[in-house]
Nanobody
């Protein structure tokens, strides 16, 4: 089984910074892409940033130049450094990792999600 545990959310004033972490644990054979999504009240979940196994990244236009996604392969952890935060960044942030596990019947690849962490930016 695989578990993703997020940390690092909280309350910050506009212009401030936060760093989110998401660590995967369990019977992990390999990890492909990792990413962060967010969902604000009354809105659909949206992609914030994504990083591939090769290190290629892409970002939502709204966070380009302010947020940076990175990963530590040895720790199965993905990070999201958020700078110059704005009130409109307020949301629950979810990490996701595309993980292959080795099962008796063979390798199985699935998308796993963290529990979500609240980020609140006050004006």
């Amino acid at each position: 089984q695989v578990q993703l545990v997020e940390s690092g959310g909280g309350l910050v004033q506009a212009g401030g910074s936060l760093r989110l972490s998401c660590a995967a644990s369990g019977s992990i054979f390999s990890i492909d892409a990792m990413g962060w999504y967010r969902q604000a009240p009354g809105k659909q979940r949206e992609l914030v940033a994504r990083i591939t196994s090769g290190g290629s990244t892409n970002y939502a236009d709204s966070v380009k130049g302010r947020f940076t996604i990175s990963k530590d392969n040895a720790k199965n952890t993905v990070y999201l450094q958020m700078n110059s935060l704005k009130p409109e960044d307020t949301a629950v942030y979810y990490c996701t990792q595309r993980i292959t596990t080795a099962q008796v019947m063979g390798e199985i690849t699935s998308n796993y999600w963290g529990q979500g962490t609240q980020v609140t930016v006050s004006s």
